[in-house]
């Protein structure tokens, strides 16, 4: 897990490489401002008690309120935490969000547990994290394996920790608790606005268009459909029991539904042209679009030489590791990176946080168009800096990231304790 956070630091070297910042900057930004870590105690179903794992960082809050998921995971630990934490700090850079980066997690098997152990684990971390949240501070969000019934279950403790109701603690909230309309597909859809906006310039505006997605979560199954919709042949579909393949294209809604009944999108091979592929092999599929939206690490430097897709898009946190990155960009596979490509969900929360604080709520096409319009401005100019300075796209992205967060640090002055 060293080499995650060293990776992710490495893109930021790079970029300081190709753009003129301060030294203080970057050591500013090399470590996080903040890491707490508890453990929290819960009630099982059975009486007994037990202790879970769980962590909270503020990376760098310069530019706002820090700002990111919760994901509860069995293999989460405080490395991964504080990558995600860089990221998001990136990622709201890029967009130009007025928020920080942060993230947090609880180490668990959401899917070992209960209903009530759930929402009594899930009550558990706001009540531990209490002083560290808050709307003006730190805005927690759904990450993987966690939803919108969960963070209405946080932002009501949250309420009922100080006395009134505080819906823009968090966003990804129910609709009927203050959560905006536009936020369940938000990451897909931003990820899919980008692709589209520059499709020409990526080379694949003309000819086949075939998409592999790689883990079938909220991102990876919306990014199937609005694909589908959108003309493209889903060749392949993976979650973390199984890969499914179909040269003549499989049906994203199919393949949803197979998932819900039977656990797995492999649920759905035995029907017409069906087959079942292992990971590896759905990796290394030819097609022009490959996505993947699971975890880190998924493209590494043992299979970086298999991609055979054309261009890859990361819809998942750091699916791409440093080495792989650069085994890519060799082999002219271009990357839209995670910070800018999955940035729709943090965009869209942003809109649920102005709304909770406003008081006024927007409807689905505002929330659409406002999404794209930034989506295709940021892309756009990711584009024209990669363009301008002959480097990667995710170079690119954290060199305008990092043009943005230089400014706001070094607007904060020189003297102060609370920027450094
Ligand atoms: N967990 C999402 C991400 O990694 C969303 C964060 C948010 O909405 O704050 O971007």
């Known amino acids: 897990m060293q080499d995650m956070l060293k990776g992710a630091l490495s893109h930021l070297e790079d970029a300081a490489r190709h753009t003129s910042v301060h030294p203080e900057v970057l050591e500013k930004l090399r470590y996080p401002k903040e890491l707490l870590t508890t453990r929290l105690m819960i009630r ?26 919760i994901r509860y995971h069995p293999e989460a630990n405080a490395e991964e935490v504080v990558t995600l934490a860089f990221w998001m700090t990136f990622k709201c850079a890029v967009t130009g969000l007025p928020f920080g980066g942060g993230k947090g997690a609880i180490q668990v098997d959401p899917h070992q547990l209960s209903k009530g152990e759930l929402e009594r684990l899930s009550r558990a971390y706001v009540h531990a994290f209490a002083s560290l949240i808050g709307p003006d501070r730190d805005i927690p969000a759904p990450d993987v394996y966690t939803n919108a019934m969960i963070m209405g279950w946080m932002a009501d403790e949250y309420s009922s920790l100080v006395g009134h109701p505080c819906p ?47 883990g079938y979560g909220n991102a990876g199954s919306y990014m199937a459909h609005f694909l589908h919709e959108a003309g493209w042949q889903i060749v392949g579909i993976s979650d973390s029991r199984g890969a ?13 539904q197979a998932k819900r009944k039977t656990g797995s999108v492999t649920g759905l091979a035995d029907s017409h042209g069906v087959n079942t592929i292992s990971q590896e092999e759905l990796l290394a599929l030819e097609c ?52 800018l490509a999955n940035a729709g969900g943090v965009t869209v929360s942003y809109f649920e946080w102005v709304q909770n604080r406003q008081g006024y709520y927007w409807t689905l096409e505002e929330v659409h168009s406002r999404l794209k319009a930034i989506m295709e401005k940021e892309g756009r100019r990711v584009w024209s800096i990669a363009q301008t300075k002959q480097i990667p796209l995710r170079t690119a992205a954290y060199v305008h990231a990092l043009s943005r967060l230089s400014e706001a640090i070094e607007a904060h002055g020189t003297q102060t304790y609370f920027a450094g």
């Not at 609709?175 to 520059?198: C, Q």
């Not at 499914?244 to 949803?256: K, Q, R, S, T, V």
Request: proline share 7%.
């Open 44 to 69: 099982m179903d059975d009486g007994s008690r037990r202790s879970f794992l769980a962590w909270r960082c503020r990376y760098d809050d310069t530019r706002g309120p820090t700002k990111g998921g």
């Open 168 to 214: 823009a603690v968090i966003t990804g909230k129910p609709i009927p608790l203050g959560g905006s309309l536009g936020r369940e597909d938000a990451t897909a859809r931003g990820g899919f606005y980008v692709l589209n906006h520059l499709e020409e310039e990526l080379g694949l505006k003309n000819g086949s268009r075939r998409a592999v997605i790689q």
């Open 244 to 256: 499914i393949y179909n040269p003549e294209g499989l049906d994203p809604a199919a393949a949803l």
């Open 288 to 339: 022009e679009l490959l996505v993947p939206s699971a975890l880190e690490d998924q493209i590494h430097a043992g299979n970086a030489d298999k991609i055979r897709a054309k261009v890859v898009l990361e819809l998942a946190n750091g699916p791409v590791t440093a080495e792989a990155d650069r085994i890519l960009q060799q082999r002219g596979i271009p990357v839209l990176p995670d910070i």
